[in-house]
């Protein structure tokens, strides 16, 4: 049997608060506790110098690979934010009167929030150019935590070459996993300790289209507590080894 291998780059994002905005809040700006799909992808094209709204389609997932780990378990605080009140253009240069809005925080009692992401390019160029900026620290813009308020720092683990696997059995996941690449009935709880366990399920967006318009979303499963979930996929995952460490993660 031919062992089919992939490269993929590896690099922790950290910083002291993130608010990842659900899509579908309106009124009040409610968090996920990690980074979508889209987050991530915005964060490259930040590091590589891409325009917003013009790396879309080369940033969509038959062309890039995502993965995303939780490192550090987080935790949510709701505050309350003055926007100004839009009614008329004159607003804009002085504004009358405030709306306040409630606006949640993702903190970590670490002191530091930290995310493991993984990335692989089909287009070898882009991936020679990330590794470059990754290794040299050579951002050309500041990455930040989902908002431009919550700057973060980046550290460069290496670039891998995982090896892609397909089993029926049970496989430990470390990344986020996507429902659609889990069989029905797949997350095998008989494996699961119930008292250091608290599973979430969130729906994300995965890909935007022109004019930052949702092309597609997914669910998605990991635990809050930053364990391995055991499950059993449809489709292939990919094994890492690096730095005296062995771990399974599925793509976004």
Not at 219 to 231: A, G, W
């Amino acid at each position: 049997m031919i062992s089919m291998k992939k490269d993929v780059l590896i690099f922790d994002i950290k910083g002291y608060a993130a608010h990842f905005r659900k899509f579908y809040t309106n009124s009040s700006s409610l968090s996920y506790s990690v980074p979508p799909r889209t987050t991530i992808a915005g964060l490259i094209a930040a590091v590589l110098g891409i325009d917003r709204d013009t790396y879309y389609d080369d940033f969509s997932v038959e062309n890039v690979d995502i993965a995303v780990k939780k490192n550090i378990k987080t935790r949510k605080i709701l505050q309350s934010v003055n926007y100004m009140k839009i009614t008329t253009k004159k607003d804009f240069e002085k504004p009358k009167n405030h709306t306040q809005i409630p606006y949640e925080l993702v903190l970590s009692d670490a002191g530091e929030l930290s995310y493991r992401i993984y990335a692989s390019f089909e287009d070898n160029n882009k991936m020679a150019e990330l590794e470059n900026r990754l290794k040299n620290k050579k951002y050309y813009y500041s990455p930040f935590l989902g908002a431009a308020s919550f700057n973060c720092g980046i550290k460069y683990l290496g670039k891998i070459s995982g090896e892609i696997k397909k089993s029926k059995d049970t496989v430990n996941i470390s990344s986020i996993i996507p429902l659609s690449k889990i069989v029905d009935r797949g997350v095998v709880f008989s494996k699961i300790n119930p008292n250091n366990f608290m599973i979430v399920k969130e729906r994300m967006s995965k890909e935007f289209k022109s004019e930052r318009n949702i092309k597609s979303v997914e669910s998605y499963i990991y635990d809050e507590n930053i364990n391995t979930l055991p499950v059993r996929l449809k489709y292939d995952y990919l094994e890492l080894k690096y730095n005296g460490i062995q771990e399974n993660i599925v793509f976004m």
